[in-house]
């Protein structure tokens, strides 16, 4: 398939090729074009109050974002001009100082992980044997296995019955020239090592928050995403459900092993009530962190919970609880407690995450649709 022909989510994600019966298993397994395909920025750089900012991170081992200082000529440097800028400030200067934060990685030792880097690990963590979904990550170790060995496991992978699927016979970690080789990209977490603050990471693309337009993602949180989220444009003509490999990406780089979520952009409660912690000892992945955002938001509200609320937002969380049984009683009646997710009011269509504005963890964003 060529890079330029493909949808923007198949670039990394979307159809993942498999191993059959019959193929050539003399043949070195060989990837996808690579794609040039643009990712936007990630993440967002926090900010900081200035003075307290350290250009290294007390921590982590990767540099903390840099600032620059662009000073641009005043239009005004008339002698009343100049005593008024130094009664509001101080300075007689005749250029205005701007602090802006660095936007991309300035040091070269931070490489941009492409978007083909992301597939390829779900190849390996996810391959498709008789297209059929094989577990091979986590490893606890990484063994060669003989061609014959090889061909003998795929041909055992179905049974005579259209039903008679056999893939948990599949042996996780497993090389083979034939079979997606583990990408060198991602290093196992060392326990006790110290980890890369929120800002430091990137995220992987199916997570990543876009500003406008439709989201990598169209996942509503009254559905499992096991099923329930789609990517591309939604559930048009181009829609695909994501799978297994998708959500056995990591979802960041370099791996992260906890996450802590304590906001909700454009919520204006004075603070996020249902905070929550994502964890992977070996390494967090988009799965993780999907089912942590659905296990938190389908939780049943409590009554106390529910009468602490304003007026208006009990009566938009019944609105959007009525709502959301009626979109589910298509085929038969659907009926439900009031879930965290309603208190949202209707906005609980998945758009991805960022690092909070202050650096202190994680933030989810919902919209629309």
Request: hydrophobic content about 35%.
């Amino acid at each position: 398939m060529a890079s330029q022909g493909r949808l923007p989510y198949e670039h990394h994600g979307g159809f993942y090729r498999g191993l059959a019966p019959g193929d050539d298993l003399t043949k070195p397994w060989e990837w996808s074009p690579v794609s040039n395909h643009f990712l936007p920025l990630s993440p967002l750089k926090p900010v900081f109050e200035l003075p307290r900012a350290a250009s290294t991170s007390p921590v982590s081992t990767l540099p903390s974002p840099t600032i620059s200082i662009v000073r641009f000529p005043l239009t005004e440097r008339g002698i009343w001009a100049r005593i008024k800028r130094f009664i509001k400030s101080g300075k007689l200067s005749v250029n205005e100082e701007i602090v802006i934060p660095a936007h991309e990685p300035v040091h070269a030792s931070i490489p941009k992980i492409e978007a083909h880097e992301w597939k390829q690990y779900g190849y390996w963590a996810r391959p498709i044997i008789d297209d059929l979904v094989c577990i091979n990550s986590p490893v606890t170790s990484e063994k060669t296995i003989r061609t014959e060995d090889l061909s003998t496991l795929i041909q055992s992978m179905r049974g005579p019955g259209p039903e008679d699927n056999h893939n948990e016979r599949w042996i996780p970690g497993i090389k083979h020239p034939a079979l997606p080789p583990r990408p060198s990209r991602w290093k196992d977490p060392v326990p006790g090592e110290p980890l890369p603050f929120p800002w430091e990471v990137q995220i992987n693309p199916f997570l990543q928050h876009v500003l406008w337009g439709p989201s990598p993602l169209s996942w509503c949180l009254s559905t499992h995403p096991v099923g329930g989220a789609y990517y591309g444009r939604g559930r048009g003509p181009h829609s695909q459900a994501c799978t297994g490999p998708d959500r056995a990406q990591p979802a960041t780089w370099p791996f992260l092993t906890h996450m802590y979520f304590n906001a909700v952009a454009g919520d204006t409660a004075p603070r996020f009530p249902w905070p929550f912690t994502v964890s992977n000892p070996r390494g967090i992945k988009v799965g993780d962190v999907l089912l942590g955002v659905y296990d938190t938001f389908n939780t049943a509200v409590t009554e106390d919970e529910k009468l602490s609320w304003p007026p208006m937002r009990r009566n938009a969380a019944e609105r959007a609880l009525k709502h959301r049984c009626e979109l589910l009683s298509v085929y038969q009646p659907f009926e439900d407690i009031m879930r965290r997710c309603d208190a949202l009011g209707g906005v609980m269509y998945f758009r991805g995450i960022e690092p909070t504005i202050d650096g202190g963890g994680w933030m989810v964003t919902f919209g629309t649709h």
